[in-house]
């Protein structure tokens, strides 16, 4: 008999009527002949209304408290829902987190999956009832049984990885819009459904902001090729469907620790483009690679690092064949961007940086775990690899180095992280590989996503040679802060005979304090300069595997933002995704102009219920 595990979020069973709803919805389930494993949130915002309670008592609460607290929540819903179930004259049963044995580590807030016991769901299916589970709450294996927390969100993560423990045949994650959309309704109702959607590209749509799935889930998903289907509570609609490559055989134990990166991919055959000192205005970069797309050249990584006085750097690479006219693009452009600031004494520069390779670290396994970075830079470190251009995704780490040094860090890299057989020489890139029968297909991008829960942290004058990446976000690791959109200025400045260069990164608003009152500590002790923190900021990015080998993508973003006069103050990609920084107050600005520009629009708006 077909195994389902459906799970339902906070609005789905925010009331009698829908927990009554959701029960008609279980019994229909079961009556097509499936067995059925139902997994819950707290009913609609009582999650957050027991945030709110405990910060009245405290500005600080305990986490071991907050953990007994939050996973109250769940425990409510999954009664009722069993309730509403046996009303129906359906058999059901329902289970906290450590009935079931969803056995976690020790760290409450956040814990991570190690293990599901299947054995007493198993028992209990044989027996023809519906399990109903707490989503969002484990358990320690520690001689003390702790209850745990997975994180805000975390019943998406529950319900996968059930799903993948229990073998089930898919799981059906039930919520309040019809599906996966172009972007946040709330925000752009003209937001699109989209059919299906690769996991690559959700991992990084739901690590950037769009709160539809718990990036977690997805990695889960992805690792152990559980079909997931994202659905509406209040239609029978399809859905949208997020499709996992065929994942290597993977065990269940460690379910959620194990193996971070599963790959490392390197490129030897590229070159880096820099323009110094470009003006810090509005239409800069959509000038700049707006020609550059006219001329059809592919580029690959795109960095533009925070501005030093009133200009910026803007660094992106391309493959070595095409360098010649990315190079002549450029140099046709400095003298007219130069002009736009025509007080200025300094000129923009273009360098060029032939005989480079790109090495990258990939798997889902490093969403939120900041170690993984920091141990590639130290990887790189102590084989004495200097590391020119850093790019971040969710699911890969690229370093930017010099050629001579490739088979050397790939080597390191290889058995740092305890990759089998040799990776793969990405040159030349991959075809692009977006699901065939997804919505819009005539757009390279999938979806656009906002965050306006992220700041942004710039360490000035950082000395420019190995170790530094490794120690900086190492020290960041150890307090657990995970850090995205790592850039290194371009520039450089020699004080007192060492190169020096600017490190900005983002990081969750609520680690930035701390973050940056550790890091000012680091930086006297090791001679770097002034820790700026900026929290005002937003972070748009557009997703689409349909991307890669595209050229004129970021193009469009960099006109959109222009054409509204938003200034853009980093800039950072990877293969799928590009993001920009932008100042908090135009963040939803942004969005809907980059959502319009890639036509992702529909004719009708998508009503979200209260
Ligand atoms: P649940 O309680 O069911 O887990 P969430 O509130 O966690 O629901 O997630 C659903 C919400 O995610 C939607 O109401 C929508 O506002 C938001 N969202 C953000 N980005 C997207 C997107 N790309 N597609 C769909 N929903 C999105
Ligand atoms: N109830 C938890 C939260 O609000 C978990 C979840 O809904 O996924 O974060
Ligand atoms: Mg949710």
Same mark, same amino acid.
């Given at each position: 008999m077909p195994l389902i595990v459906q799970k339902y979020g906070g609005t789905s069973v925010g009331s009698v009527e829908r927990i009554q709803a959701v029960a008609q919805r279980v019994c229909k389930t079961v009556k097509a002949g499936n067995s059925v494993v139902v997994v819950v949130s707290a009913m609609g915002k009582t999650t957050d209304g027991l945030v709110k309670l405990a910060y009245e008592i405290s500005t600080n609460p305990n986490s071991r408290e907050m953990d007994m607290l939050l996973s109250t929540g769940e425990q409510v819903t999954i009664a009722l829902v069993s309730m509403a179930l046996q009303e129906l004259g359906q058999p059901a049963i329902s289970l906290t987190g450590a009935q079931v044995g969803i056995v976690t580590e020790a *760290?409450?807030?956040r814990a991570r999956i190690l293990h599901i016991e299947t054995e007493r769901v198993k028992r209990h299916l044989n027996q023809n009832k519906v399990i109903v589970v707490a989503g969002f709450q484990g358990i320690t294996r520690t001689e003390e049984l702790e209850i745990t927390t997975l994180g805000r969100g975390g019943s998406d993560t529950s319900a996968v990885a059930l799903a993948a423990a229990l073998r089930a045949d898919f799981c059906e994650i039930y919520t309040d819009v019809p599906g996966i959309l172009t972007t946040d309704p709330r925000l752009v109702p003209e937001a699109q459904l989209i059919d299906e959607i690769t996991s690559d590209e959700m991992l990084e749509l739901a690590s950037l /902001? $769009? %709160?539809?799935?718990?990036p977690r889930a997805v990695e889960i998903a992805r690792n152990y090729g559980v079909p997931l289907v994202v659905r509406s509570s209040w239609t029978d609609d399809p859905g949208t469907w997020v499709i996992s490559p065929t994942p290597r055989p993977r065990s269940l134990v460690n379910l959620e620790i194990a193996r971070p990166v599963d790959d490392v991919e390197f490129d030897t055959d590229q070159a880096k483009v820099s323009m110094l000192r470009v003006p810090d205005k509005p239409g800069v970069a959509a000038r700049l690679f707006g020609e550059i797309a006219t001329q059809d050249v592919d580029v690959d990584l795109i960095i533009q690092s925070i501005h030093e006085g009133n200009t910026n750097d803007i660094a992106f690479t391309v493959r070595a064949p095409i360098l010649k006219r990315a190079e002549a693009v450029a140099a046709a452009i400095a003298p007219v961007l130069r +002009?736009? %600031? *025509? *007080?200025?004494?300094e000129e923009a520069e273009v360098m060029i940086q032939q005989n480079v390779a790109k090495v990258s670290i990939a798997g $889902? &396994?490093?969403? /939120?775990? @900041? &170690?993984v970075a920091a141990k590639m830079f130290a990887t790189l470190a102590e084989a004495g690899v200097n590391i020119k251009m850093i790019s971040t995704s969710e699911v890969k780490v690229s370093c930017v180095i010099d050629n001579a040094d490739c088979d050397r860090a790939v080597a390191a890299l290889h058995t740092a992280f305890e990759v089998g057989e040799v990776g793969a020489d990405k040159s030349p890139p991959s075809s692009p590989s977006s699901? =065939? =029968?997804?919505? +819009? @297909? +005539? +757009? @390279?991008?999938r979806g656009v996503a906002l965050d306006m829960n992220q700041a942004r942290l710039a360490i000035r004058q950082v000395p420019d040679r190995p170790g530094t990446a490794a120690k900086l976000f190492g020290l960041l690791a150890e307090h657990n802060i995970s850090v995205d959109m790592i850039i290194q200025s371009q520039r450089c400045h020699v004080i007192n005979g060492v190169p020096r260069r600017d490190i900005a990164f983002t990081v969750a608003r609520m680690d930035a304090q701390a973050a940056q009152q550790m890091l000012q500590q680091a930086a006297a002790e090791y001679g770097w300069g002034e820790v700026v923190l900026n929290s005002a900021i937003a972070k748009v990015s557009v997703v689409g595997a349909g991307m890669v080998g595209q050229p004129g993508i970021a193009a469009t973003m960099f006109e959109a933002l222009a054409h509204h006069q938003i200034n853009i103050q980093m800039i950072a990609t990877s293969e799928i995704k590009i993001s920009c920084v932008v100042a908090q107050e135009e963040g939803v600005k942004a969005l809907q102009a980059i959502h319009t520009a890639f036509g992702l629009a529909g004719s009708h708006s998508i009503q979200v219920p209260a």
């Open positions: *760290a409450h807030t /902001g $769009a %709160k539809v799935l718990h +002009s736009h %600031k *025509a *007080a200025e004494t $889902a &396994g490093m969403i /939120g775990r @900041p &170690g699901p =065939s =029968s997804a919505s +819009s @297909p +005539s +757009s @390279p991008v």
